[in-house]
């Protein structure tokens, strides 16, 4: 199992039971090769390391012309 980056999921995991008390706000899109203790507030979850998903993720959302 993976360990979370911890300032990142802390901020992530505030910010996730913020958007559930206040309904509006971020996305949590969580990317982890491993279910972590985020999973059941995250809106999205992306299994796998984040060198393979998120290219993978800019290729679906702009094809070959991504930016950058």
């Keep these: ?5 911890t300032p990142a999921a802390v901020t992530a995991l505030r910010e996730a039971r913020r ?10 899109i969580q990317v982890d ?3 972590t203790p985020l999973d059941a507030v995250a809106d999205g979850n992306l299994r796998g390391s ?7 993720l800019v290729r ?6 991504a930016p950058g």
């Design 19 to 28: 958007v559930v008390i206040f309904t509006g706000g971020a996305t949590v």
């Design 1 to 5: 199992m993976t360990e979370p980056v």
């Design 50 to 56: 984040a060198a393979r998903v998120l290219p993978a």
């Design 33 to 35: 090769p491993a279910a």
């Design 60 to 65: 679906a959302a702009w094809g070959t012309g």
